[in-house]
């Protein structure tokens, strides 16, 4: 049996390991995540095995490094979004989505999101409400699993001076529908905006440009 080690101070033990993920070479890679749950729990396993479980002081210690970890893969989950902030959405995200609205019905209840603050909502309806205009005026064709950013650069072929706020306001659905950061009130106010002044545009249609099948994008459905 080994020697037992002298029981570590819970303080001294959250440093180590905040410390620890301050590291540069860290992101929120997959590969990474499980690299840290791994090792985390390999190191808790030497200090556990290190303390005599007679002592209830050290039995304590136990009880208390163990909250630590659980808190820090909680925080690392979270911070990489495979833990969703606690309020989710309560409108559909899909392009898609049944029954199908009107464009003008979902500015409108893009509006009624923003007013009542529920900024993620009135982020997800105002593109959901572009999207359609340009569906309804056959600008653009919505496909089965058609991302935000895919449906952000389609419509910039008939836009071309609108790209830049277009591919924003893909990035800002992608935040308010899938990460664990909610949109900002400015970012579902410019998305509808941004959809209003679109429904009022005539389309630039002098290109030749092909529409893309597959344009860069994050992999999230609209």
């Known amino acids: 049996m ?16 905040l410390e620890e993920l301050s590291k540069a ?6 590969g990474f995540i499980q690299w840290l749950l791994g090792a985390l729990e390999h190191w808790l396993m030497e200090v556990l095995d290190g303390i005599d479980g007679s002592s209830t002081a050290q039995a304590g210690i136990a009880v208390l490094l163990v909250l ?3 808190a820090v893969i909680f925080l690392v989950l979270r911070r990489t979004g495979l833990i969703r902030r606690s309020h989710a959405l309560s409108v559909a995200a899909q392009l898609d989505a049944e029954p199908v609205a009107g ?9 009624e999101a923003n007013e009542a603050g529920r900024s ?25 699993g058609m991302t935000a950013h895919e449906a952000a ?5 008939s836009f071309p001076e609108l790209r830049g706020r277009l591919l924003r306001g893909a990035d800002a659905f992608d935040t308010a529908a899938y990460s664990h950061r909610p949109a900002t ?12 002044y679109l429904a009022e545009s005539a389309p630039d249609l002098s290109g030749t440009e092909p529409a893309e099948a597959h344009a860069p994008g994050t992999g999230a459905d609209a």
């Open 25 to 30: 070479e860290y992101d929120d890679s997959p």
């Open 120 to 144: 993620d909502d009135g982020t997800v309806l105002a593109l959901r409400a572009l999207v359609r205009d340009l569906e309804e005026r056959t600008l653009l064709e919505v496909t089965a």
């Open 68 to 70: 630590v970890l659980a």
């Open 185 to 196: 009130a400015k970012q579902a106010d410019d998305l509808l905006r941004l959809a209003e």
């Open 103 to 111: 464009a003008a019905q979902l500015r409108r209840a893009a509006r």
């Open 153 to 157: 650069h389609r419509a910039a072929h």
């Open 2 to 17: 080994n020697p037992a080690a002298p029981p570590q101070d819970p303080d001294e033990a959250r440093a180590r390991i």
